[in-house]
């Protein structure tokens, strides 16, 4: 089992570009997540997917959208980047709504010039 | 929202030595998590505690969920050079939050030979 997989791992766009970010898992787990994480501030929660059609804000949601693709496949897509999406962007799985364990990817490591 | 406080924020010590490091609420929790995320990579689950009093160890890590359930430690025994990384704590109350998690700000560990 790969667990939780990011593509790209490193990626560097100009102010006003557009991405997506990949995240698949293989673990048959229901719910995703993506963070971002910067220094001295910890994870912080981006969009959720409870469950396969399902998709909720966290925490810092402004400049992102998400799509759950199907049970394995969560993206986050930023529409115009910000020097202030310089990040370090994580994806995450759980077994369910319920399953508090987060299994984390390797990140992918985001610069807005 | 939920916030958590973590500390020390940062640790030097000898290999060998023990380690404690802590994290506060002003909220109840029902589950406390612990990761470990080394350079580069992504937090990893070490420790999950899910009952108010419970004491949890995994090799040299031992972990508790407070009382009052508004904190959490985690203890490293022996310390060893690939202890290094950086130690999050997380929290999660289903009434409020379903299943997002906070996360602490972290406790870089850094290991002298």
């Known amino acids: 089992n790969a667990g939780v997989t990011q593509t790209p791992k490193f990626q560097v766009l100009k102010t006003g570009q557009s991405m997506t970010l990949q995240c698949a898992q293989d673990?048959?787990?229901?719910?995703m997540y993506w963070y971002r994480q910067d220094p001295g501030m910890g994870l912080r929660l981006i969009y959720y997917?409870?469950?396969?059609?399902?998709?909720d804000k966290g925490e810092v949601p402004n400049g992102y959208n998400v799509s759950r693709l199907n049970k394995r496949e969560f993206s986050l897509r930023l529409e115009s980047a910000a020097p202030s999406q310089t990040s370090v962007y994580f994806c995450?799985?759980?077994?369910?709504?319920?399953?508090?364990?987060?299994?984390f990817g390797p990140g992918t490591r985001l610069t807005v010039t | 929202g939920q916030q958590l406080n973590q500390s020390p924020q940062s640790m030097f010590i000898q290999e060998g030595e023990d380690v404690s490091m802590n994290c506060t609420s002003s909220?109840?929790?029902?589950?406390w998590l612990w990761y470990k995320q080394d350079p580069g990579e992504g937090p990893v689950l070490l420790i999950a505690l899910y009952k108010a009093g419970e004491l949890t160890s995994n090799g040299r890590l031992t972990a508790q969920f407070g009382i009052t359930r508004k904190d959490s430690f985690l203890n490293i025994s022996a310390s060893i050079p690939s202890d290094v990384g950086i130690y999050f704590c997380?929290?999660?109350?289903?009434?409020?939050?379903?299943?997002?998690?906070?996360f602490g700000e972290g406790t870089q560990l850094t290991v002298n030979p």
């Open positions: 995450a799985s759980s077994v369910s709504p319920g399953g508090y364990e987060q299994y």
């Open positions: 997917s409870a469950s396969e059609g399902t998709t």
């Open positions: 997380a929290g999660q109350l289903w009434e409020t939050s379903g299943s997002r998690l906070t």
């Open positions: 673990m048959n787990h229901n719910s």
């Open positions: 909220s109840i929790f029902n589950t």
